[in-house]
Protein backbone atom coordinates (compact mmCIF):
# COMPACT_ATOMS: atom_id res chain seq x y z
CA UNK A 1 0.00 0.00 0.00
CA UNK A 2 2.87 2.29 0.92
CA UNK A 3 3.87 1.50 -2.79
CA UNK A 4 0.97 2.33 -4.36
CA UNK A 5 0.40 5.89 -2.44
CA UNK A 6 4.13 7.33 -2.92
CA UNK A 7 3.56 6.39 -6.36
CA UNK A 8 0.48 7.77 -6.95
CA UNK A 9 1.99 10.95 -5.38
CA UNK A 10 4.43 11.26 -7.75
CA UNK A 11 2.39 11.18 -10.59
CA UNK A 12 0.34 14.25 -9.05
CA UNK A 13 3.19 15.99 -8.73
CA UNK A 14 4.53 15.00 -12.09
CA UNK A 15 0.98 16.40 -13.72
CA UNK A 16 0.98 19.15 -10.98
CA UNK A 17 3.85 20.68 -13.16
CA UNK A 18 1.73 21.23 -16.35
CA UNK A 19 -0.86 23.11 -14.21
CA UNK A 20 1.03 25.28 -12.30
CA UNK A 21 2.96 26.16 -15.46
CA UNK A 22 -0.33 27.05 -17.17
CA UNK A 23 -1.35 29.14 -14.09
CA UNK A 24 1.39 31.05 -14.17
CA UNK A 25 1.97 31.78 -17.98
CA UNK A 26 -1.49 31.89 -19.32
CA UNK A 27 -2.30 35.18 -17.95
CA UNK A 28 0.53 37.19 -17.59
CA UNK A 29 1.56 36.72 -14.28
CA UNK A 30 5.18 35.41 -14.87
CA UNK A 31 6.71 35.09 -18.42
CA UNK A 32 8.66 31.74 -19.78
CA UNK A 33 12.26 32.86 -19.26
CA UNK A 34 11.75 33.89 -15.51
CA UNK A 35 9.44 30.45 -14.76
CA UNK A 36 11.89 28.20 -16.02
CA UNK A 37 14.76 30.51 -13.99
CA UNK A 38 13.27 29.93 -10.96
CA UNK A 39 11.85 26.43 -11.56
CA UNK A 40 15.33 25.41 -11.92
CA UNK A 41 16.54 27.59 -8.78
CA UNK A 42 14.05 26.31 -6.98
CA UNK A 43 14.18 22.42 -7.69
CA UNK A 44 18.40 22.38 -7.97
CA UNK A 45 17.74 24.29 -3.67
CA UNK A 46 15.20 21.65 -2.53
CA UNK A 47 17.31 18.49 -4.11
CA UNK A 48 20.59 20.07 -3.10
CA UNK A 49 19.13 20.05 0.62
CA UNK A 50 17.94 16.55 0.37
CA UNK A 51 21.18 15.20 -0.76
CA UNK A 52 22.83 16.83 1.49
CA UNK A 53 21.00 15.99 4.39
CA UNK A 54 21.17 12.24 2.85
CA UNK A 55 25.21 12.20 3.34
CA UNK A 56 24.98 13.41 6.69
CA UNK A 57 22.69 10.92 7.88
CA UNK A 58 24.86 8.20 6.06
CA UNK A 59 28.16 10.34 7.14
CA UNK A 60 29.34 10.44 3.12
CA UNK A 61 30.86 13.29 1.79
CA UNK A 62 28.63 15.47 -0.71
CA UNK A 63 29.72 15.63 -4.44
CA UNK A 64 28.56 17.29 -7.55
CA UNK A 65 27.14 13.80 -9.18
CA UNK A 66 24.97 14.35 -12.93
CA UNK A 67 26.63 14.94 -15.88
CA UNK A 68 26.55 18.16 -18.15
CA UNK A 69 25.29 16.41 -20.98
CA UNK A 70 22.30 15.76 -18.74
CA UNK A 71 22.46 18.62 -17.83
CA UNK A 72 21.49 20.40 -21.28
CA UNK A 73 19.02 18.03 -21.83
CA UNK A 74 17.35 19.14 -18.85
CA UNK A 75 17.57 22.44 -19.02
CA UNK A 76 16.25 22.46 -23.33
CA UNK A 77 13.09 20.16 -21.85
CA UNK A 78 12.46 23.31 -18.83
CA UNK A 79 12.93 25.65 -21.08
CA UNK A 80 10.74 24.06 -24.28
CA UNK A 81 8.07 23.05 -21.34
CA UNK A 82 7.85 26.78 -20.01
CA UNK A 83 7.82 28.80 -23.76
CA UNK A 84 5.21 25.72 -25.01
CA UNK A 85 2.87 26.46 -22.15
CA UNK A 86 2.46 30.45 -23.39
CA UNK A 87 -0.18 28.87 -26.13
CA UNK A 88 -0.74 25.03 -25.02
CA UNK A 89 -3.43 24.46 -22.62
CA UNK A 90 -2.19 22.25 -19.55
CA UNK A 91 -4.18 18.91 -20.75
CA UNK A 92 -3.10 18.77 -24.41
CA UNK A 93 0.64 20.00 -23.63
CA UNK A 94 0.88 17.22 -21.30
CA UNK A 95 -0.46 14.91 -23.63
CA UNK A 96 1.86 16.21 -26.11
CA UNK A 97 4.85 15.88 -23.92
CA UNK A 98 3.89 12.54 -22.75
CA UNK A 99 3.74 11.27 -26.10
CA UNK A 100 7.22 12.98 -27.13
CA UNK A 101 8.94 10.86 -24.77
CA UNK A 102 7.68 7.75 -25.10
CA UNK A 103 8.00 7.98 -28.79
CA UNK A 104 11.71 9.53 -28.75
CA UNK A 105 12.37 6.54 -26.73
CA UNK A 106 11.04 4.07 -28.77
CA UNK A 107 13.00 5.55 -31.69
CA UNK A 108 16.22 5.25 -29.77
CA UNK A 109 16.14 1.66 -28.95
CA UNK A 110 15.03 0.47 -32.82
CA UNK A 111 17.92 2.72 -33.77
CA UNK A 112 20.17 1.16 -31.56
CA UNK A 113 19.04 -2.37 -32.55
CA UNK A 114 15.97 -2.95 -31.12
CA UNK A 115 12.99 -4.73 -33.21
CA UNK A 116 9.86 -4.69 -31.82
CA UNK A 117 7.21 -7.05 -32.16
CA UNK A 118 3.81 -6.83 -34.06
CA UNK A 119 1.61 -5.71 -31.31
CA UNK A 120 4.08 -3.15 -29.97
CA UNK A 121 4.28 -1.81 -34.31
CA UNK A 122 0.52 -1.91 -34.13
CA UNK A 123 0.22 0.41 -30.91
CA UNK A 124 2.65 2.89 -31.58
CA UNK A 125 1.12 3.12 -35.43
CA UNK A 126 -1.64 4.04 -33.28
CA UNK A 127 -0.56 6.55 -31.46
CA UNK A 128 1.15 7.89 -34.24
CA UNK A 129 -1.68 8.69 -35.77
CA UNK A 130 -3.53 9.63 -33.30
CA UNK A 131 -1.29 11.69 -32.23
CA UNK A 132 -1.11 13.18 -35.76
CA UNK A 133 -4.73 13.66 -35.49
CA UNK A 134 -4.71 16.09 -32.85
CA UNK A 135 -1.84 18.52 -34.08
CA UNK A 136 -3.57 18.70 -37.55
CA UNK A 137 -5.18 21.53 -38.69
CA UNK A 138 -8.35 22.35 -37.31
CA UNK A 139 -10.73 24.64 -35.72
CA UNK A 140 -9.95 23.04 -32.17
CA UNK A 141 -6.10 21.30 -33.36
CA UNK A 142 -3.29 23.08 -30.56
CA UNK A 143 -1.20 25.96 -31.88
CA UNK A 144 1.24 24.61 -34.20
CA UNK A 145 4.51 26.70 -32.49
CA UNK A 146 3.55 25.28 -29.16
CA UNK A 147 3.02 21.94 -30.07
CA UNK A 148 6.34 21.91 -31.56
CA UNK A 149 7.99 23.27 -28.76
CA UNK A 150 6.57 20.74 -26.21
CA UNK A 151 7.73 17.88 -28.65
CA UNK A 152 11.31 19.40 -28.73
CA UNK A 153 10.65 19.72 -24.69
CA UNK A 154 9.39 15.74 -24.68
CA UNK A 155 12.59 14.77 -26.85
CA UNK A 156 14.55 16.72 -24.52
CA UNK A 157 13.23 14.78 -21.39
CA UNK A 158 13.47 11.24 -23.49
CA UNK A 159 17.42 12.05 -23.76
CA UNK A 160 17.80 13.32 -20.36
CA UNK A 161 16.00 9.61 -19.32
CA UNK A 162 18.19 7.50 -21.38
CA UNK A 163 21.13 9.28 -20.42
CA UNK A 164 20.58 8.55 -16.94
CA UNK A 165 19.37 5.12 -17.19
CA UNK A 166 21.68 2.64 -15.23
CA UNK A 167 22.23 5.21 -12.77
CA UNK A 168 23.07 3.82 -9.55
CA UNK A 169 22.49 7.10 -7.68
CA UNK A 170 19.25 8.65 -9.36
CA UNK A 171 18.99 11.65 -7.15
CA UNK A 172 22.22 12.54 -6.73
CA UNK A 173 22.65 13.40 -10.38
CA UNK A 174 19.66 14.72 -10.43
CA UNK A 175 20.67 17.12 -7.76
CA UNK A 176 23.87 17.82 -9.62
CA UNK A 177 22.29 18.21 -13.04
CA UNK A 178 20.05 20.90 -11.29
CA UNK A 179 22.77 22.18 -9.64
CA UNK A 180 24.93 22.65 -13.43
CA UNK A 181 21.66 24.49 -14.58
CA UNK A 182 21.99 27.18 -11.75
CA UNK A 183 23.93 29.82 -14.03
CA UNK A 184 21.66 29.58 -16.90
CA UNK A 185 18.92 29.53 -14.86
CA UNK A 186 20.00 32.89 -13.23
CA UNK A 187 20.63 34.24 -16.31
CA UNK A 188 17.36 33.52 -17.66
CA UNK A 189 15.72 34.70 -14.47
CA UNK A 190 17.72 38.11 -14.64
CA UNK A 191 16.79 38.44 -18.37
CA UNK A 192 12.89 37.71 -17.77
CA UNK A 193 12.78 40.08 -15.06
CA UNK A 194 14.19 42.69 -17.17
CA UNK A 195 11.72 42.28 -19.46
CA UNK A 196 8.75 41.98 -17.10
CA UNK A 197 8.75 41.81 -13.67
CA UNK A 198 6.54 38.53 -12.65
CA UNK A 199 3.36 39.31 -10.00
CA UNK A 200 3.56 37.34 -6.60
CA UNK A 201 1.09 34.70 -8.13
CA UNK A 202 3.75 33.73 -10.53
CA UNK A 203 6.53 33.66 -8.18
CA UNK A 204 4.55 31.34 -6.01
CA UNK A 205 3.46 28.82 -8.88
CA UNK A 206 7.21 28.63 -10.03
CA UNK A 207 8.54 27.60 -6.81
CA UNK A 208 5.99 25.47 -5.85
CA UNK A 209 6.66 23.66 -9.03
CA UNK A 210 10.38 23.94 -9.14
CA UNK A 211 10.82 22.72 -5.40
CA UNK A 212 7.49 20.45 -4.87
CA UNK A 213 5.89 19.11 -8.24
CA UNK A 214 9.80 18.63 -9.67
CA UNK A 215 12.36 18.59 -6.66
CA UNK A 216 10.09 16.35 -4.17
CA UNK A 217 8.60 14.54 -6.68
CA UNK A 218 11.35 13.38 -8.23
CA UNK A 219 12.65 12.41 -4.72
CA UNK A 220 9.63 9.86 -4.03
CA UNK A 221 9.58 8.46 -7.72
CA UNK A 222 13.28 7.30 -7.15
CA UNK A 223 12.30 6.10 -3.75
CA UNK A 224 9.49 4.29 -5.35
CA UNK A 225 11.35 3.10 -8.43
CA UNK A 226 13.13 0.35 -7.32
CA UNK A 227 9.99 -1.38 -6.35
CA UNK A 228 8.45 -1.52 -9.50
CA UNK A 229 9.51 -3.48 -13.00
CA UNK A 230 10.03 -0.91 -15.73
CA UNK A 231 6.99 -2.32 -17.59
CA UNK A 232 5.05 -0.68 -14.46
CA UNK A 233 6.79 2.05 -13.97
CA UNK A 234 6.24 3.24 -18.10
CA UNK A 235 2.47 2.37 -17.69
CA UNK A 236 1.80 4.08 -14.27
CA UNK A 237 2.75 7.12 -15.63
CA UNK A 238 -0.01 7.02 -18.63
CA UNK A 239 -1.76 8.32 -15.87
CA UNK A 240 -0.11 12.06 -16.10
CA UNK A 241 -1.94 13.17 -18.98
CA UNK A 242 -4.92 12.44 -17.68
CA UNK A 243 -4.33 13.59 -14.27
CA UNK A 244 -2.87 17.00 -16.08
CA UNK A 245 -6.57 17.11 -17.59
CA UNK A 246 -8.04 16.73 -14.36
CA UNK A 247 -6.84 19.48 -12.75
CA UNK A 248 -6.67 21.48 -15.95
CA UNK A 249 -10.46 21.40 -15.45
CA UNK A 250 -10.63 21.55 -12.02
CA UNK A 251 -8.03 24.41 -11.05
CA UNK A 252 -8.27 26.57 -14.70
CA UNK A 253 -11.62 25.72 -15.86
CA UNK A 254 -9.96 24.64 -19.11
CA UNK A 255 -12.32 22.96 -21.66
CA UNK A 256 -11.77 19.75 -22.70
CA UNK A 257 -12.91 19.07 -26.34
CA UNK A 258 -14.27 16.24 -28.05
CA UNK A 259 -10.71 16.27 -30.03
CA UNK A 260 -8.57 16.11 -27.02
CA UNK A 261 -10.01 13.13 -25.30
CA UNK A 262 -10.62 11.19 -28.32
CA UNK A 263 -6.97 12.11 -28.98
CA UNK A 264 -6.01 11.01 -25.71
CA UNK A 265 -7.63 7.67 -25.05
CA UNK A 266 -6.05 6.53 -28.50
CA UNK A 267 -2.76 8.26 -28.13
CA UNK A 268 -2.38 6.13 -24.22
CA UNK A 269 -3.88 3.40 -25.00
CA UNK A 270 -1.87 2.80 -28.07
CA UNK A 271 1.21 3.48 -25.64
CA UNK A 272 0.41 1.09 -22.91
CA UNK A 273 -0.32 -1.64 -25.59
CA UNK A 274 3.21 -1.42 -27.21
CA UNK A 275 4.40 -0.85 -23.79
CA UNK A 276 3.06 -4.26 -22.31
CA UNK A 277 3.81 -5.88 -25.35
CA UNK A 278 8.02 -4.58 -25.08
CA UNK A 279 7.42 -5.54 -21.26
CA UNK A 280 6.32 -9.37 -22.19
CA UNK A 281 8.95 -9.61 -25.10
CA UNK A 282 12.15 -8.72 -22.56
CA UNK A 283 10.56 -10.55 -19.68
CA UNK A 284 10.29 -6.88 -17.00
Known sequence: MR?????????????????????????????ALSYTGIRILAGAVILFLLVRWRTR????????????????ALLGYALGF???????????????LFA?????????????????????????????G??????????TAPDPLGSLLMVLAGLCWAAYSLLGRGSERPLDDTAGNFLRCAPVAI?????????NAPRWDGLVYAIASGAVASGLGY????????ALTRTRA?????????LSAFGAVLFIGEALDARLVVSSAIILGGIGIATLAAGRRKGN
Open 3 to 31: IVLLTALAMIAFAANSVLARLALADGAMD
Open 82 to 96: SLAYGWLGAATGALI
Open 219 to 226: AVWYAVLP
Open 130 to 139: AFAYLVSPGL
Open 187 to 195: LLLVIGVWD
Open 57 to 72: QSGAGFSLAGHWLQAG
Open 100 to 128: SVQIGMVARAIAAGDRPGLLEWLGLLVAL
Open 234 to 242: AIVQLSVPA
